[in-house]
């Protein structure tokens, strides 16, 4: 199994940036997909979830957007309105069934992505 991201960057704040994770090796339609981050000094965090329904961690609600195309087996995270407080490494990750905000049960984990937002 492998999960590939791509698409951070540096932007500056209130500026767009598009991740998307490509995965292979799984029946990616029966696995719940998330992102995390995780910023310096700090643990890693949830942030978006998709099955056949979707959730998002508090701070990212209504800027955040979380995709899934089934046929391309590819995630995808659209973030906007960015604030520096959401530099971090974003990590996809995959787990058999539905979704869930703790990483202790995803099996598989990308290489991770960072995203730096410049104020």
């Known amino acids: 199994v492998q999960l590939q991201a791509y698409g951070g960057g540096l932007v500056q704040a209130w500026g767009y940036l598009r991740l998307s994770c490509a995965a292979a090796g799984l029946p990616f339609r029966i696995y719940g997909m998330a992102w995390f981050r995780q910023a310096p000094g700090k643990d890693r965090e949830f942030v978006a979830a998709?099955?056949?329904?979707?959730d998002y961690a508090d701070f990212v609600k209504g800027r955040f957007t979380i995709s899934r195309d089934n046929a391309k087996n590819t995630v995808s995270l659209q973030m906007n309105n960015l604030k520096p407080e959401d530099t971090a490494v974003y990590y996809c990750?995959?787990?058999?069934?539905?979704?869930?905000?703790?990483?202790?049960?995803?099996?598989?984990w990308g290489q991770g992505t960072q995203v730096t937002v410049s104020s």
């Open positions: 990750a995959a787990r058999f069934g539905y979704y869930s905000r703790s990483q202790m049960r995803y099996e598989y």
């Open positions: 998709i099955h056949d329904s979707t």
